[in-house]
């Protein structure tokens, strides 16, 4: 089961993000095969409609939390400071096209 982890950007996150990507991008390549998914967010009706981002989304290929933080950790966004708050959870991918339609039998 894959985790899901929400972070929310800090206050000086703009300025950090700039400053760190492409560091950021290298370990996001060292690390790509344990990620289903991961980029930016945006939450807000501004930030949506400015293209600004407000956090970041990781859906790690890992059951393990501690697996999950220690990817996080080591992150150059996450040690630089650009989140300020995290959330950790298991993901259940039950529908959708990216993984192929339904998990269930249909035919009951």
Same mark, same amino acid.
């Given at each position: 089961m894959p985790m899901l982890v929400m972070c929310q #950007? *800090?206050? /000086?996150? =703009?300025? $950090?993000? /700039? +400053? %760190?990507?492409?560091? %950021? $991008? #290298?370990?996001?390549? +060292? !690390? !790509?095969?344990?990620i289903c998914v991961a980029g930016p967010m945006s939450q807000s009706a501004h930030a949506m409609e400015n293209n600004?981002?407000?956090?970041?989304?990781?859906?790690?290929? +890992? #059951? #393990?939390?501690? !697996?999950?933080? /220690?990817? $996080?950790? %080591?992150? =150059?966004? *996450? /040690?630089?400071?650009v989140y300020n708050q995290v959330a950790f959870a298991k993901f259940t991918a039950a529908a959708g096209h990216w993984i192929g339609g339904i998990t269930w039998n249909s035919d009951n």
């Amino acid at each position: 089961m894959p985790m899901l982890v929400m972070c929310q #950007d *800090s206050e /000086k996150a =703009p300025e $950090l993000r /700039k +400053t %760190h990507l492409q560091a %950021h $991008l #290298d370990y996001i390549e +060292t !690390v !790509v095969a344990m990620i289903c998914v991961a980029g930016p967010m945006s939450q807000s009706a501004h930030a949506m409609e400015n293209n600004l981002h407000e956090g970041s989304c990781f859906i790690y290929d +890992t #059951d #393990d939390i501690a !697996v999950a933080r /220690k990817l $996080l950790e %080591h992150d =150059p966004y *996450s /040690k630089a400071g650009v989140y300020n708050q995290v959330a950790f959870a298991k993901f259940t991918a039950a529908a959708g096209h990216w993984i192929g339609g339904i998990t269930w039998n249909s035919d009951n």
